[in-house]
């Protein structure tokens, strides 16, 4: 039984680095590993979560409420995590996402973080005493324009990141 749950686990893992940041439901994880039922993918994210492996960001609507039901990023915390998996399931790490994640997982670090998904995306969103802000990370050269129910939004750029991230520090 053991050995059963290792395979799942490694299906989940490579199957995180297949959605590439995409929003992804837990009925999503379950269709394409062999786990079958919703309830065990999302308990199996969830024990990624408690042991701080990975970081699920929520869907947020414009007036700051949760959307539960609405489908999850989910990040692993640490870039060299994403390499280890990587290895460990075959799947290759797409560097953008790890670069998002990076981002998600820092800012996540001070006050809670979401995503924002309309017409368009914001990759992370910080709710800071009821204001949000959005964080939106580029890794090539794609233009972002700012939603209208954001407070404060960023771009962040190859250059930009490592100088926000290290600004993050205490």
Known sequence: RAGRSDGYMKEVLGFILRSRCSPVSWLGVAKNTSIGSPNTAQAYIETLENLLVAKVLEHVDSSGMVQHRKNRKIHFTDPLLYHVFSGYSSTPVDEPCLVEATVAVHLGRSAPV????????????????????????????HPSSKPRHLAHYVTLDRELIPVFLASLAD
Not at 114 to 138: A, F, L, R
């Open 114 to 141: 979401y995503y924002w998904h309309n017409s368009g995306e914001v990759d992370v969103v910080v709710v800071d005493n009821g204001v949000q802000t959005g964080v939106e990370v580029k890794w090539g050269y």
